[in-house]
Each structure stands twice: as structure tokens, then as C-alpha cells.
């Protein structure tokens, strides 16, 4: 299987963000790319900064069912693509991926984790559901998502070999540094993603935006993780494509071929 992270600047046009999508989509179908995840906030952008709206306002928002959708999951055929925007649903707004294919909606997922800044642009979704596709059963993280352990574990027991992590994630507002690679943010950004990755023994694919928006500088570091938390395949800070070709079932397989972190959890010992 060959999988793909993108580490791109989307911003506040919807039109451009979705013309960008298919020229990628278009290219990654080109390089056999079976698996593609684009960054956070795909469609119309992030925030701005954590503090306030300010000058960039708030990125629009799209029904699930807007017509842009199946125009995207057209444009990916074969390929599986996951992606991000702002949803509306009534009068609450969902920091929102849903992952795509030739036949249209394979899953969603709603942001859970908010830092304080994003309460003012999203509400917070409640679960996580692995889901079946044709590359295999799958799991969307959003950005401050995979912070937390749990999040990734309970995809993981929900039977997800692999875990799509689409991000938004800026270098550091309080302590930044002069280099991107020197950025505290940048180094728990690497951290987290393997090791989400090797505790629950399964492939991580990380995207991230690169440019900035308002205030926030972001980190890119796209990258593909293998089942024991080694990184495959990475795009450093600037934009690109980073691209993995590994059997997925069979490296999670020999993974947890004598530790098995999920057989030999003790929940009843964690209280």
C-alpha cells in the first residue's frame, strides 16, 4: 500500500482550498498513492490565533452535505482522502475530517480536544469510531486530538490499523524559536505522533499546514509512522508530499507479534 501526508497552506478561500485538493488528489493518483490525508482545516482555513478571531475571521463553514463533497470524492476515485473543514450542523460549528473515496462518504469525525482558544469558532464532538475502507479499518484524529492517549487507543480497540492525523499545529506563540525545527511545539508534535503510534501498534499518518494565518506559524513535519513509532517518510517544515509503500496489516501483525500492547491492557487496574 502507498500512503501520503501533505504539508500545505490552505487558506479562507473554499474555491481555491478545493481546486488545491484535486490537484494533489490528481498527482497522488498518478504516483499509485492508495491512502492520501490532507492537513487540518482543508477547506477555508484555521484560525488566526488563539486569543481572539482577529483580522482573519472566522474560516466558513459547509454543511456535510455540501456539494463539494462529492465533487472531492469524485476527484479521489480510487484513492481514499481524508480532509477537514468547518462544519455547520444547526446553529453549532464542528472542527470537522471526513474521510472520502469513488463512492463517496467512508467516515467523519468531530475534533473532541479544544484548547481554549478554539471555543469561540467550534463546539466539541464526543466519540471516536474507527471505520471500515478499502485501504483497511481507519481512525481520524484532529490536531490537539492526539494530545491524549485515549483517543488513540479507544481507535485502536475499535479495530483501526490505521490512524489519520489531520493538523493544524503552530510553533510555540510563547516561546518561539528562530528555526521551525528548534520549536518546542515542533518537538511534541514528532513526539506525539509516534507515539500514538507505538503504544497502540499501528501506522500514524500525520499531516500538518506549513505558512502562517494571523498569528499562528505553522510547523508542516507531514510524515508516515510505522507500528513501533520509526518514521517512514517526512516532509521536514516546508510543503510537500511524503510518501510510504508498506504492507499495513502484515507490519501491525509482526508489531504485536509477541507484545501486544491492546492483548495485554489491564483497564480494570487504571481507575
Known amino acids: 500500500m502507498r500512503i501520503a501526508a501533505v504539508a500545505a497552506h490552505f487558506g479562507r478561500d473554499v474555491e481555491a482550498c478545493a481546486a488545491k485538493v484535486e490537484a494533489i488528489t490528481a498527482d497522488a ?22 486569543d481572539a478571531v482577529g483580522g482573519t475571521g472566522l474560516p466558513p463553514a459547509l454543511a456535510p452535505d455540501d456539494a463539494l463533497f462529492p465533487r472531492l470524492a469524485a476527484a479521489a476515485g480510487p484513492v481514499v482522502v481524508c480532509l477537514a473543514y468547518r ?6 460549528f464542528y472542527n470537522s475530517a471526513v474521510c472520502l473515496g469513488g463512492d463517496g462518504v467512508l467516515g467523519r469525525h468531530r475534533k473532541v ?21 478499502p485501504v483497511g479499518r481507519l481512525g481520524m484524529l484532529v490536531d490537539y486530538d492526539k494530545t491524549f492517549p485515549e483517543a488513540g487507543r ?15 499545529w503552530p510553533a510555540s506563540l510563547t516561546n518561539r524559536a528562530p528555526r521551525l525545527l528548534q520549536d518546542r511545539q515542533s518537538r511534541l508534535f514528532d513526539l506525539y505522533d509516534c507515539a500514538r503510534a507505538a503504544e497502540n501498534q499501528v501506522v500514524l499518518v500525520s499531516a500538518n ?31 510537500g508530499l511524503t510518501l510510504a509503500e508498506l504492507d499495513v496489516a502484515g507490519e501491525v501483525a509482526r508489531a504485536r507479534l509477541v507484545l501486544s500492547h491492546l492483548r495485554e491492557l489491564r483497564p480494570d487496574a487504571y481507575s
Do not use: I, N
Not at 462544519?87 to 453549532?92: K, L, V, W
Not at 479507544?154 to 493544524?168: H, K, N, P, V, Y
Open 87 to 92: 462544519e455547520q450542523a444547526g446553529d453549532r
Open 29 to 50: 493518483r498518478d504516483r499509485g498513492v492508495d491512502l492520501l490525508v490532507f492537513p487540518d482545516a482543508t477547506l477555508g482555513g484555521y484560525l488566526g490565533g488563539f
Open 209 to 239: 499546514q506549513t505558512g502562517t494565518m494571523g498569528r499562528l506559524r505553522f510547523l508542516g513535519q507531514s510524515k508516515v509512522v510505522g507500528p513501533g513509532g520509526d518514521v517512514l517518510a517526512r516532509t521536514w517544515a516546508k510543503a
Open 113 to 133: 480536544h479544544q484548547p481554549a482558544g478554539e471555543l469561540a469558532a467550534y463546539s466539541a464532538g464526543d466519540a471516536f469510531t474507527a471505520f471500515d475502507t
Open 154 to 168: 479507544t481507535l485502536a480497540r475499535d479495530g483501526a490499523q490505521l490512524l489519520a492525523c489531520l493538523s493544524a
